[in-house]
């Protein structure tokens, strides 16, 4: 046995189906393994607020052991993972193909998705995550929500807080009546077809966020693909399941990525390349859902199909070159590589696709945002959030570039308002964030800056 491993990170499918997954004291026992590692480790402990909850829980028992601990103790620990997998990719010497074998984010996912099954979920936190419903139902009447989900709103937001536990000064993301699955059909970017890349086919995987909250981070990546002559279709058959992962509700993705690589079977029969547009989907479709459901053909060939939007751009670039027409954006840019960017491992893409804008200044941020989903947006964990962020926010500010990018729209709102809680720097902090794809359009101007 070698101490830590020097092997390149394998995972294990996620073994729902097997009984033993649901056994509570198969799940105890292997929770009291993986924390004494961890406790005896602590290389994690600037990750996310899950670790030092833990180291904390173990040091105050009289002997500083994990045995010591009452097993109802743990779900402070478990509550606290905000699934980013940036243990498991970037800090943990112990995963597999080392034979201690720890899968920290994973095991959390067992813990959350036997207390669903228990009852454990609340009834508002499964109504937070039904994305599609609320973004059809919502949309309905988007400026009436637009305007009592804004955080200036001092009579609507404490309501909220009090009715859903979603925290009166965590930023939400707004709603659109027109989709942009709609907007897509209605005014479809014209095609350069002596673009460098034609002959390319693209099937846009629209997510519920880019769908129903915002349209123009797909009218974007629409919008730069045409003129690299990339021929673009919008496919959006229903959430990739994303939000009911957090809460454990693993049968619930299973029939998501069904149902998800069943559509596009046929695109990529046809030649169509698919491309997420949010890295928490491109990140399901390629890696997730192959480990939920690992005997699956289609959703197997769905995951090596897929693209993130910003790796898409990099792999024309390399292949085939990029249409003309690229501008600076004046005065920079701090791009933040979301977590479920990184966990793709295919590199800093983002950064990549915004240094080929002509004379780019492009300052990396690669540290978690401590936003975690919806897990970030509630009222017991918004402070902490924030905390976790703080360094990112800092090195925003300190970076003093005009524009802030995420791959994660929500991630880059959260940074956003990091900053602003921060109020340092000599410039006023923006107030929004981009996603990288949407200044790349703006380099072309193709987009309003």
Not at 178 to 190: D, L, Y
Not at 337 to 343: D, I, S, T
Request: proline residues 7%; neutral net charge; charged residues 25%.
């Amino acid at each position: 046995m070698r101490e830590g491993s020097l092997d390149a990170p394998t995972r294990h499918a996620i073994d729902w189906q097997n009984p033993d997954f649901w056994d509570e004291k198969k799940l105890d026992a292997e929770l009291r393994r993986v924390f004494d590692i961890c406790h005896g480790c602590r290389r994690c402990f600037n990750l996310c607020d899950s670790f030092p909850r833990l180291f904390d829980l173990v040091d105050a028992t009289p002997n500083g052991l994990v045995e010591e601990v009452a097993s109802e103790s743990f779900k402070p620990v478990v509550d606290a993972c905000t699934l980013c997998d940036m243990c498991f990719m970037t800090k943990c010497p112990y995963v597999p193909p080392h034979e201690f074998n720890l899968d920290f984010p994973h095991l959390m996912l067992r813990a959350r998705a036997i207390d669903a099954r228990n009852g454990k979920v609340t009834w508002t936190e499964r109504q937070i995550t039904e994305t599609d419903r609320n973004g059809k139902l919502i949309g309905m009447a988007a400026p009436l929500a637009n305007w009592a989900n804004d955080t200036s709103n001092r009579a609507t937001r404490p309501v909220l807080e009090a009715v859903t536990g979603v925290h009166r000064e965590a930023k939400l993301p707004k709603f659109h009546g027109k989709t942009f699955a709609v907007r897509s059909r209605q005014n479809p970017p014209a095609l350069n077809a002596e673009g460098p890349a034609k002959g390319r086919k693209a099937a846009l995987y629209a997510t519920c966020f880019v769908n129903y909250n915002n349209p123009g981070i797909g009218e974007a990546a629409q919008a730069v693909l045409a003129r690299n002559g990339v021929e673009t279709r919008v496919v959006y058959p229903r959430c990739c399941g994303m939000p009911q992962i957090e809460h454990g509700e693993i049968a619930r993705v299973a029939e998501a990525a069904k149902a998800v690589a069943a559509e596009f079977s046929p695109l990529i029969d046809e030649g169509y390349d698919i491309v997420a547009l949010v890295p928490s989907c491109a990140l399901m479709l390629k890696f997730e859902w192959p480990l939920i459901l690992p005997g699956d053909p289609l959703v197997k060939k769905l995951a090596a199909a897929t693209f993130d939007i910003s790796e898409y751009v990099v792999d024309i670039a390399k292949r085939h070159g990029l249409a003309s027409g690229l501008q600076p954006l004046a005065e920079g840019v701090s791009v933040h590589l979301a977590c479920h960017a990184r966990a793709q491992n295919m590199g800093p893409k983002a950064a990549d696709m915004l240094r080929l804008i002509p004379e780019s200044d492009v300052a990396v941020i690669e540290r978690c945002s401590g936003h975690g989903g919806s897990w970030g947006i509630m009222k017991q964990n918004f402070e902490i959030a924030l905390k976790v962020g703080k360094p990112v926010a800092r090195t925003a500010t300190k970076n003093a570039k005009a524009h802030v990018a995420s791959e994660c729209p929500l991630a880059g709102e959260h940074i956003v308002q990091g900053m602003q809680r921060l109020g340092e720097g000599e410039t006023p902090p923006p107030q929004h964030a981009w996603h990288p794809i949407e200044l790349f359009a703006q380099a072309y101007g193709l987009t309003r800056r």
